[in-house]
């Protein structure tokens, strides 16, 4: 992982936290450790997911993706930290596996934050889970317009799997999210830059699905705001959803356990 640092506190043995997180969880929870006592360390991939956490002389934002196992033992040796805490995605599965591996190594104690929504559709819910991608091959979609929000690494695989489909797709506000919808052949007039509504109302996604003339929405099983915010907008325009099953790991804790379990420093 590299620099920036984005802004520092002082050290403080003993009470350093290192968070893997994101802009959805994330805040929250660095907002919450920070006003139990914590040292506050949050490592996020880019440099605009910095702009959802608030500046606090405790917390430090480190950017850059992780790109070793040994650069970031280097960097829990050089610490270590009291707590190592993944808050990431659950389909960031190679972060993941790597502060599993990493962690029991250097016996370095590791927490992870279980987010989930329950599977079971709501009243008035259209909603089908299914285990991937290609399963969107035995779907009779034909004609549809389907609304992609799985993120961009897996854009291609999912036009692939549709041909029959009309595509559109909501993207991260980041230039890698854009050229990888632009290389999976949406045109620019498909394709939507955007963070999750901070408000939770879907306000934005919900005017692009009616602008669009969406009949079909495929998003990710990952628990938090996201997913939920997909299902409300779903559920209130009547739209059928596709949720992509979550990948199996490890066993977590939902946010107020983990808050629990870490206490004050």
């Known amino acids: ?25 994330g805040p929250a929870l660095a907002e919450a450790l920070l006003a139990r006592g914590w040292q506050v360390r949050v490592s996020v991939v880019t440099a605009a997911a910095t702009r959802a956490y608030q500046t606090h002389p405790n917390l430090e934002l480190q950017v850059g993706a992780c790109s070793s196992d040994a650069a970031l033992q280097r960097q829990l040796q050089q ?31 590791l927490l992870r ?18 285990e991937n991608v ?3 091959r035995g779907l009779g979609l034909a004609g549809e317009t389907l609304l992609l929000a799985i993120g961009a690494r897996q854009l291609a695989a999912a036009i692939a799997a549709t041909p029959q ?22 045109p ?9 509504s901070a408000s939770g109302e879907g306000l934005l996604e919900a005017a692009l699905c009616r602008r669009w003339q969406v009949d079909r929405v495929l998003c ?3 628990g938090g705001r996201s997913e939920l915010l997909w299902r ?23 946010l107020e356990a983990l808050l629990e379990k870490l206490g004050e420093p």
């Open 1 to 25: 992982m590299h620099r920036p640092v984005l802004h520092q506190g002082a050290p403080a043995v003993g009470r350093l936290l290192w968070l893997f997180a994101g802009t959805a969880e």
């Open 79 to 109: 610490l270590p930290p009291r707590w190592v805490v993944d808050a990431t995605h659950p389909f960031a599965l190679e972060i993941s596996a790597r502060l599993d591996r990493l962690c029991s190594v250097l016996k370095q104690p």
């Open 113 to 130: 934050l279980d987010r989930r929504e329950p599977a079971e559709p709501r009243p008035g819910e259209q909603l089908q889970l299914l």
């Open 134 to 136: 290609e399963a969107l």
């Open 165 to 186: 489909c009309r595509h559109v797709a909501r993207v991260l506000d980041q230039p890698a999210s854009l050229q990888a919808a632009r290389a999976a052949g949406l």
């Open 188 to 196: 620019d007039r498909h394709i939507a830059c955007l963070r999750p």
């Open 220 to 222: 990710r099983q990952g």
């Open 232 to 254: 409300q907008v779903c559920q209130r325009l009547e739209l059928p959803l596709l949720l992509l099953h979550r990948p199996a790991a490890a066993s977590g804790l939902p």
